[in-house]
């Protein structure tokens, strides 16, 4: 029976058929693969043709069954039908011509129903731009002397603030159009990449007190200008040729586009001095990559408040410039200004959204996450296209343990500003905290795609090399964090990486130059302890000693950090205080158990107290969490317990 089917089969050519069905059905996918990305046909597209061959073989294989092809046309196949020509010429042809019919006949079907059936509604590329959507490059500085690059950068910030208040309008964010900034590129390839319709360019000229603005709105589409307008006024007009410009782009693309320009909104201050010192220490900021660097900010905040005592975005900045050099420096001082400017700020404006981002950093930074929680849903309910609100909401949830919500919110804050180096490397950030090392690398590495210069995103993904155990590789990405700026963190990482590949007097140098750069920063000053505990020809004792004082008083602006406070166990345990350290890793593991750096020294903790079956115990937890065992065999402390970790986990 079965040699009959077979010999039926090959009788009416349907192994054959289905051979060259393969084959021609191939050759149609790699020339759809081929030329319908370069057409922007879209993917669906290739999809649906992929489907439709994939169903169509055994059709094929019951129409080669049912009909052959003679000489004289198409006929139904019977058992008694043989075809008279019977040279293998024939057949193979025959083969051929039935089975490229057959494709032609499933096709041309597939084609017409995808020609009259509903298509899905969806665009070419993914990235086609918004019809009413722009991107607001940074202004150009036409001064002189090229010494207003921060106020053009903050007309620009401030043109960003007021296009985003106008309903409907889509604006790409700041940081994803500053990526073009100094950049000779076509509009249409900008366009393209910010997946925006409307392009806006400008330049100032200012000469004291007088200004020469030049603004010009471009079509991505074809080149050319919408609108372009020159204004030449004083500094007091800058509001007003602010609006005007926000309200001239809105006009014109509400011709085309918008049903309603409403909504513009400006800053709280009518001093357009105090307006344009904010401007440039917002730039100033937002530029400032070492802890010096957020002095000039600061300062120029408070020219601003020296002339309107009472502008609210203008403390918000005071505040965030405070913390973030507290944050880069330790320096307890710095954090109780913050503390004290964002109050002022929050009086003045409680709902401006500069206010709200502040004080919700500020919230995360002092350990009462709850507040901060809040406070950033209420900065996303005031503007739900902010993407820092969204990357702060992520902070302050990751802070919480809410290990999914957090994700999601750095998700939001890339979708709504994939060009922000910051919001890829918060993802990082939590991908370390919860071991997805390779998840981490990949987003740091999407960091530095986007900022290469900045030393942090460097240091950040050798940390992370550091952390799989692959200290050249690390060794390497330090060097470049050095290499563009060389900074505190940069310098300690440099030193870690250094002691545990065993090179303990290159490990004290760097973080003799870390401890220089940032004295305030206890952990820095710990590390340089732990070097000279190995080297023995310095006084570590003394350098616990100091860590342990400026650890307790970052305790007091945070007193929630269980990282702090299990730190203060290593040295008071470095320092022969047994029972103060362990008493000190028990109330850091109570406040959170399963973080990777507190399972890790709390191992050390035990290690230096005698106590191995529970060091052991904890160091498999952190290896569990991320930590390589590497180190474990790498650290002068934990050596000996090497092979238990090993048999162990």
């Known amino acids: 029976m079965l040699t009959r089917f077979l010999a039926e089969l090959r009788r009416r050519h349907v192994l054959n058929v289905a051979v060259v069905y393969v084959v021609i059905a191939w050759v149609i996918i790699q020339v759809v693969t081929a030329i319908f990305p370069p057409l922007h046909i879209p993917d669906w597209a290739q999809t649906f043709i992929v489907v439709l061959l994939i169903i169509g073989f055994p059709v094929a294989l019951i129409l080669a069954w049912a009909f052959d092809i003679t000489p004289k046309g198409l006929v139904r196949d019977t058992a008694d039908s043989a075809v008279a020509e019977s040279s293998e010429i024939y057949r193979a042809g025959l083969d051929a011509r039935k089975s490229l019919l057959i494709t032609v006949l499933i096709l041309a079907v597939g084609v017409g129903l995808w020609l009259f059936l509903p298509q899905p509604d969806t665009d070419w590329t993914g990235t086609e731009p918004v019809a009413s959507s722009i991107a607001v490059l940074p202004f150009l500085d036409m001064s002189e002397a090229k010494d207003n690059e921060h106020f053009t950068d903050g007309l620009t910030e401030a043109l960003l603030h007021d296009l985003a208040n106008i309903p409907g309008l889509k604006v790409a964010a700041r940081t994803s159009s500053f990526a073009f900034k100094n950049q000779d590129i076509d509009i249409r390839t900008i366009g393209e990449t910010l997946g925006v319709a409307t392009v806006l360019e400008g330049s100032v000229r200012k000469s004291g007190d007088d200004l020469k603005i030049t603004a010009q709105l471009i079509n991505v589409d074809d080149g050319y200008h919408l609108w372009s307008e020159t204004y030449d006024a004083r500094m007091d007009d800058i509001f007003a040729i602010q609006e005007q410009i926000s309200r001239a782009i809105g006009e014109a693309l509400k011709i085309r586009l918008l049903p309603d320009s409403s909504g513009l909104g400006g800053p709280s201050t009518k001093d357009a001095g105090a307006y344009g010192l904010y401007l440039h220490g917002v730039g100033s900021l937002r530029a400032a990559e070492i802890a010096e660097d ?17 502008f609210a975005e203008a403390e918000a900045g005071l505040c965030s410039a405070y913390w973030a050099k507290y944050e880069s420096t330790k320096d307890t001082d710095l954090a109780e200004s913050a503390l004290n400017t964002c109050d002022r700020a929050s009086v003045l404006d409680p709902d401006s959204v500069e206010v709200q981002i502040a004080l919700g950093g500020l919230y995360t930074g002092t350990g009462r996450t709850d507040f901060a929680i809040e406070t950033f849903n209420e900065a996303i309910r005031l503007a739900p296209d902010n993407d820092d609100a969204h990357r702060g909401l992520g902070i302050a949830l990751e802070q919480a343990r809410r290990w999914d919500e957090a994700e999601a919110s750095f998700r939001k804050a890339i979708d709504l500003n994939p060009g922000h180096w910051d919001n890829h490397t918060s993802l990082a950030i939590l991908f370390r905290r919860l071991g997805r090392l390779e998840d981490a690398i990949a987003a740091y590495q999407r960091s530095i795609d986007l900022n290469p210069d900045n030393p942090k995103s460097w240091s950040n993904l050798g940390g992370i090399h550091f952390m799989r155990g692959d200290f050249p590789q690390a060794a390497e990405a330090f060097s470049y964090s050095l290499a563009y700026n060389p900074t505190a963190l940069g310098y300690s990482n440099a030193g870690t990486n ?74 008071q345990a470095q320092l022969g205080n047994m029972e103060e350290a362990v008493r000190l ?36 937890a952190a290896v569990a969490a991320g930590y390589p065992r590497q180190l474990v065999a790498a650290d002068p402390t934990l050596a000996s317990l090497a092979d238990r970790i090993a048999t162990t986990h």
């Open 294 to 310: 957020f002095d000039e900010a600061i300062d120029l905040f408070n020219q601003a408040l020296r002339r309107d005592p009472v």
């Open 585 to 620: 890793i028990r109330r850091a593991r109570g406040r959170d158990a399963t973080n990777p750096d507190v399972l890790w020294n709390a191992g050390i903790t035990y290690a230096l107290v005698g106590d191995e079956q529970q060091a052991v115990r904890v160091l498999n």
């Open 498 to 571: 250094y002691y545990y590949a065993g090179n303990f007097v290159k490990s004290r140098e760097m973080f003799e130059k870390a401890v220089e750069l940032s004295p305030h920063d206890f952990r820095l000053v710990g590390n340089l302890a732990d070097a000279c505990q190995v080297l023995e020809d310095c006084d570590a004792g003394v350098y616990y000693s100091q860590a342990l004082g400026m650890a307790n008083d970052q305790l007091q602006v945070d007193p929630s950090d269980a990282g702090v406070v299990a730190l203060m166990a290593v040295y």
